[in-house]
């Protein structure tokens, strides 16, 4: 499609009523109406556009109702889950070029953030005499990218500094909002070491060596830009901006099995208590974040809601603005329970789902971004 000089409304609309007009519509709509014309392309692709794109789509319902989620199955596509309509809405595929591998490699979701998705690639096979006690991609070769599902674009971060043999690895990522930077953290051990990754500097660097490392080998949730997750010892915290990740923060009751959430742009744990029919859900909030900085600041807890189940939880996954509760039973069914109303309702997903993430649509691109090249028919959602 040829671009023109000027938009076919443009001597009708006037040009804030344009903007208001484009930033309600999905991406994929943008991306194409940038070939209407220069004036839409330079407004569309204004940082300033994007920004407020961005803010719109957060702040609208859906932004809170999706969620960006990987299956077991490693051939499978990465997909976009909307908690709402309980339906698989997309097939995203992966964060590179179809053809660039000879078959579909090993891939982990490691977070989303401001529609960036960072997606770890194993480019090589397990090592021999690796028992269950080593995390999954411990010791392969492996590719972190960097994805805006949306725009189809991505770039592999450089390699990892730290190159030791390891038994254990955790990857975080997420948004450090005061330096405007997209940034990925991991944790290894033995001995624990952890280092951070910045868009803006394009490089890692080595942190101060931790106390404590992820217990489920990744984290959990980045909120107002501490990067979270239960540790051994108690919940973690990286401080994304001071570059410092703070252990042993002591958790509102003694659990390995605690979900950090975010609750109202606030830090929350989830914990389920079982007994042997059925299980609690309980959710306490962080009342002050001082205690994620260190400093010996102790944290404190305020409980708000204790629900009893009829049934088993296996896991929680999120907690929406609307009330609902994302969970899993024993029965790996899915559930979405409104603990206003107390009511649960099914989910039927389609695929065996084992990673989700909050995911919000948008315009957002980092430096060395490529185009990702699929076939017609291949990534047409």
């Not at 077991?72 to 997909?79: A, F, H, K, R, W």
């Not at 309980?86 to 660039?100: C, K, T």
């Not at 305020?302 to 039973?329: E, I, K, P």
């Not at 206003?340 to 919000?360: D, G, L």
């Amino acid at each position: 499609m040829a671009i023109t000089n000027s938009p076919p409304a443009g001597d009708i609309l006037t040009e804030d009523l344009i903007n208001e007009i484009l930033l309600r519509l999905p991406v994929k709509s943008l991306l194409r109406c940038q070939l209407v014309s220069k004036t839409w392309f330079s407004l569309i692709t204004n940082p300033s556009f994007v920004k407020s794109q961005l803010l719109h789509a957060i702040a609208s319902s859906d932004a809170n109702q999706t969620l960006i989620v990987k299956s077991e199955v490693s051939d499978t596509p990465i997909s976009l889950l909307h908690v709402d309509s309980r339906q698989i809405v997309a097939d995203l595929n992966f964060p590179y070029s179809q053809g660039e591998f000879e078959s579909v490699p090993d891939c982990i979701l490691v977070g989303s953030a401001n529609g960036i998705v960072c997606v770890s690639i194993a480019v090589s096979e397990t090592p021999p005499n690796q028992d269950w006690f080593f995390s999954s991609f411990a010791n392969r070769k492996t590719n972190t990218y960097l994805w805006n599902p949306a725009t189809r674009q991505s770039k592999v971060v450089p390699s990892f500094s730290i190159c030791h043999d390891i038994r254990r690895e955790a990857l975080g990522f997420g948004f450090d909002p005061i330096d405007n930077d997209f940034k990925v953290v991991r944790v290894v051990s033995p001995p624990f070491s952890a280092e951070i990754y910045s868009v803006n500097s394009n490089a890692w660097r080595e942190v101060p060596k931790p106390m404590d490392i992820p217990w489920n080998d990744d984290f959990d949730v980045c909120v107002n830009g501490f990067l979270c997750c239960t540790g051994m010892y108690g919940m973690m915290a990286f401080d994304l901006n001071k570059e410092v990740l703070n252990c042993a923060i002591k958790f509102p009751v003694c659990t390995f099995d605690a979900r950090i959430i975010e609750f109202n742009d606030s830090i929350a744990v989830i914990v389920s208590m079982a007994n042997e029919s059925n299980d609690k859900i309980n959710m306490w909030t962080l009342d002050d974040e001082a205690c994620l900085c260190g400093g010996g600041v102790e944290a404190s807890w305020t409980l708000m809601f204790s629900v009893d189940l009829d049934l088993l939880v296996q896991f929680v996954y999120s907690y929406f603005r609307n009330g609902d509760l994302l969970l899993m039973t024993d029965d790996d069914e899915w559930l979405v329970y409104d603990f206003y109303k107390k009511e649960a309702r099914v989910v039927p997903v389609s695929i065996n789902v084992y990673q989700t993430y909050k995911y919000t649509e948008s315009l957002v691109s980092v430096p060395g971004f490529k185009q990702d090249n699929w076939n017609a028919g291949e990534d047409d959602n």
